[in-house]
């Protein structure tokens, strides 16, 4: 992992149809797997890092992911996904955790459109045109704060309860933009960039996808066509080359990476 600059971290869910014990269509489906995402910078220049598919996005699957590569990021951005707050505490208790701020803003969005329409329309209303504008910096999230606490609403008190401190945490390490460097986001908006267009090439396919080993394969691929290091040629001399070092013939055979018949390895 690199040691300079941040790790961004992010998965992306693919969701097929199911029917649920009755054989009723299961609304919006079930997440067949998950393919966890890593950026990292190499010269301030942000880079795909690792790309990893698993059956499921939970702490053991990113421990997992995060005990792949050797070394310690100085800084992690994220959500604040219990998987990925688990997995960081397990690998990298001393890395600075900076949780991004437009999901924590667009929790608070939701947090405040739901109780709006749960009866505190009166407080809720007032405030979620200013949310926004409130991450802008401290000075404008303490007197905002205020306000959600003079609204009365419960639920609100406590998403500050468990928030309100990080932010302000937050707001302080950041530093100005003007100084603060390409290296050090505020979200994890530039991954999401990055793989939106691995998003849309595998959505499609998600149904067939079940060999993990096959896909993850795949997946690294990708990664370097996303870090334009997908040369044919060099490619094709790195296969050469390891034919020729293995007298002609690949060391693994391909029943290594076949699943057993009725067991998909990823789903």
Known sequence: WPTTGSVVLDHLPFRVRALDAAGRPIHGGVVAFDVFCAMGYDAGRAKLWRLEAFADASAASWRAFLGRLAGVPSRVVCDAHDGILAAIDAYWPESELYLCEWHLQHALTRLLENQSRRGYAAGAAP?????????????????????????????????????????????????????????????????????????????????ALKNRTRTNRMLMLMQLHANAQDSEVAYRKAILDWLAANAGRPRGSRRSITDPRGTPSLR
Not at 130 to 135: L, T
Not at 146 to 164: E, F, Q, S
């Open 127 to 207: 405030l979620l045109p200013r949310v926004e504008r409130s991450f802008s910096g401290v000075h404008f999230w303490r007197p905002f704060a205020n306000d959600c606490r003079a609204a009365g609403i419960p639920a609100l008190d406590r998403w500050l309860d468990h928030n309100d401190f990080l932010i302000q945490w937050q707001f302080q390490r950041r530093g100005l933009a003007s100084v603060r460097p390409s290296d050090m986001p505020l979200t994890t908006g530039g991954l999401e960039q990055k793989t939106r267009p691995i998003r849309d090439v595998l959505h499609p396919r998600r149904h």
